[in-house]
Nanobody
């Protein structure tokens, strides 16, 4: 059983930066791609970014316009999401997820078979 735990979410002001972390356990971390999603109140969960198992391939939602960066440290079994220039519309619960494949950097939820419990990010104007 894979266990994912997100951390780093908190209240920030517009324009601030924040780094989320997701620690993983339960299987060989480097074998699987990882992704970040978010869900705002009343909205569907949306894809943000993904990174391949070795870390050499990444993908991002077009809407982010370069503000977010995904990375991973396989020695620490951790994936990160660096978020810059945060806006009030970035307020959401942020989830990390483990992909079914090593090089899967897709944006659909069906590609991910394990999910964390989420961490709340609140951005005030």
């Amino acid at each position: 059983q894979v266990h994912l735990v997100e951390s780093g979410g908190r209240w920030v002001q517009a324009g601030d930066s924040l780094r989320l972390s997701c620690g993983a356990s339960g299987r060989t971390f480097s074998y699987y791609a990882m992704g970040w999603f978010r869900q705002a109140p009343g909205k569907e969960r949306e894809f943000l970014a993904a990174i391949s198992g070795p870390g050499g391939r990444t993908a991002y939602a077009d809407s982010l316009k370069g503000r977010f960066t995904i990375s991973r440290d396989n020695a620490k079994n951790t994936v990160y999401l660096q978020m810059n220039s945060l806006k009030p519309e970035d307020t959401a619960v942020y989830y990390c997820a483990s992909n079914r494949r090593t090089y899967g950097v897709g944006s659909t939820m069906d590609e991910y078979n394990y999910w964390g419990q989420g961490t709340q990010v609140t951005v005030s104007s």
